[in-house]
């Protein structure tokens, strides 16, 4: 289908979710819009919170101690893209993206980037091997 | 290692275009008013005593000792094998066969298998192997007056379990999980049919219970005088016994694959599911299933208490007519786990203990195919079974009302009508992802 202006897709969204909603217990809450990612830092900015540059597009999250910051929750990115993840963690892990498969040692304070394009589309999730923790979770649509 | 929800995978389906839920559900809408107002005014379908006999030959073999004891032997040796996998082979979860084979090629691949080939679990269930086994040195189960009474209740205890292990247990994925799974699900199970008789495993072992709901929708059937038959899925599902429980297990298999729809939604991984631990998860699930129960019994009873029918046998009379809606469902969510994760097995299969060298079906090197199947093909799909397992419901329901009371108006069949429209609603809205 045609890719429909985002605007219009959260209206059409809100729609559905009224429709749903006359499910008697459905929960009150507003559609989180999945284009946004939200993450336990309230500084997380909105919706291009993922930077996206002429070479492709920069994911960043930052774990200290419990919590996790940046670009966390659900992140989309468009199918073909090449992504750069990095991911600063102050304990020693190991970050995991499921689906591509990909591995990467983190070592306490420094960066650690992740590249590759989004060529698998789905949805999968970020995840530190040690601690158990998602990250957050790659949608390529 | 954790997984997105269901017990084991590396994907998750990208939420459904919001065409695909919105035409779908103004066509279950739409369909659901055409069966009620145009469809047949009469009871159409075969009962009980339908269905075209097989020859009487294949119908020996197929109810024969050996055929059983030697499908029930294989399928024995394979679950022990799985079982030693699990506690002896790779510790990664990555390269250990068991958690793919239980929550991938075993539990989603019992729905295929069983709408082609009928009730295979009841047919090749090592348990009841087992049982003939231990029963040459057990007393006569004393407890086998009393089952009769449980119904299919036990089933959707059993079944509860295994779902909550599957959807909610943080290290579900584990090996050593999953061994302990095998091997207290024997023990329970085994310990129970000792005390209840062999009758316990088709009413209370939940996967052959499963898999003898999702054959009601195969063309094999069983006719009153016991001949197996060719018979139309729809008269078959209508032929289902009526018993106790049986709402009980077709709610917990619809609340349960909900709240997996549900788990995967960013409303659910960013809200009450956060913790991903195991108090928001059975809470999640608890109330999809209470969610599902309440409008089911709400839908059935009162088309009773409209067409003067006794309320309380509401929910058994049409439980059958829900489990298209089941298999509706299950399709949407674990169609692409099955085809896309599901090749872990066969690669793993090859090597189950990762020892060098070793590749028995020269499978090994490969590795899963992510984009075997499209997104648009996998949304078709989902779309596509939610609305056939919705149009299929709709029409046992109205045939069950007319079988209830010949003439039974439109008017009547109403409630039950509207929670099956909000069932399937609801199901797109999960795969929307509202």
């Not at chain 1, 749903?20 to 990612?37: I, Q």
């Not at chain 1, 190991?94 to 789905?122: C, R, S, W």
């Not at chain 2, 469809?39 to 020859?55: K, Y």
């Amino acid at each position: 289908m045609p890719v429909a202006p985002t605007r219009r897709r959260r209206a059409l969204a809100g729609l559905a979710v009224a429709a749903v909603c006359l499910l008697p217990g459905c929960a009150g809450r507003a559609p989180v819009p999945t284009s946004e990612s939200s993450g336990s830092s309230s500084a997380a900015p909105p919706t291009d919170a993922a930077s996206r540059t002429a070479q492709g597009q920069r994911i960043e999250v930052q774990v200290a101690g419990d919590q996790v910051t940046g670009d966390t929750g659900r992140v989309t990115v468009a199918a073909g893209t090449q992504v750069t993840l990095v991911i600063t963690s102050d304990v020693a892990d190991e970050a995991h993206l499921h689906g591509y498969d990909i591995e990467k040692e983190l070592t306490p304070g420094e960066p650690a980037e992740m590249t590759f394009d989004a060529t698998i589309p789905g949805v999968f999730e970020v995840e530190l091997h040690e601690a158990g923790t998602v990250l957050l979770t790659l949608q390529v649509s | 290692m954790t997984a997105l929800a269901h017990g084991v995978g590396s994907r998750t389906d990208l939420p459904i275009p919001i065409g695909f839920a919105l035409y779908g559900a103004g066509a279950a809408i739409l369909i659901s008013f055409a069966v009620l107002l145009l469809f047949w005014r009469t009871p159409h379908l075969g009962g009980v005593a339908s269905g075209r006999p097989l020859p009487r030959g294949l119908q020996r073999v197929v109810d024969g000792a050996v055929f059983r004891r030697g499908l029930q032997a294989v399928a024995l040796a394979g679950a022990v094998l799985v079982t030693v996998v699990a506690v002896a082979g790779p510790r990664d979860t990555a390269a250990n066969l068991a958690p793919w084979v239980l929550y991938v090629t075993f539990w989603v691949g019992l729905v295929p298998a069983s709408l082609l080939l009928g009730p295979v679990w009841r047919i090749a269930n090592p348990l009841r192997l087992l049982h003939r086994v231990l029963r040459v040195v057990l007393p006569a189960p004393p407890g086998a007056l009393r089952l009769p009474a449980l119904g299919l209740w036990p089933a959707a205890v059993s079944l509860l379990a295994f779902l909550w292990l599957e959807l909610v247990h943080p290290s579900r994925s584990e090996p050593a999980t999953v061994a302990v799974f095998l091997v207290g699900y024997a023990v329970v199970h085994l310990a129970l049919a000792a005390w209840f008789g062999e009758e316990w495993f088709a009413r209370g072992e939940g996967f052959e219970v499963y898999s003898a709901l999702v054959a009601r929708l195969s063309p094999w059937g069983r006719r009153d005088d016991g001949r197996l038959v060719l018979r139309s899925p729809m008269s078959n599902a209508l032929a289902t016994p009526e018993m106790p429980g049986l709402p009980a297990v077709v709610v917990v298999l619809l609340g349960s694959t909900a709240f997996d729809g549900m788990s995967r939604t960013v409303f659910w991984q960013t809200g009450p599911g956060a913790a991903n631990d195991i108090p928001s998860g059975t809470l999640g699930l608890a109330v999809m299933v209470a969610l599902v129960a309440g409008l089911y019994l709400l839908g059935t009873r009162l088309s009773g208490r409209l067409a003067d029918q006794p309320e309380s046998i509401q929910p058994r009379r049409y439980a059958a007519t829900v489990i298209p809606i089941v298999l509706g469902y299950t399709v949407a969510h674990y169609f692409s786990l099955l085809v896309l994760d599901g090749q872990t097995t066969w690669i793993l299969a090859s090597n189950p203990f990762r020892s060098p060298g070793v590749d028995l079906f020269g499978t090994y090197g490969n590795v899963v195919e992510l984009t075997a199947v499209g997104p648009d093909a996998i949304a078709l799909v989902q779309v596509g079974a939610i609305i056939a397992g919705h149009v299929l419901g709709v029409t046992l329901a109205h045939e069950r009302a007319l079988l209830s009371a010949r003439r039974a108006r439109a008017s009547d069949q109403l409630p039950l009508v509207i929670v099956m429209v909000l069932f399937t609603i609801g199901g797109l809205g999960l795969l929307f992802g509202f």
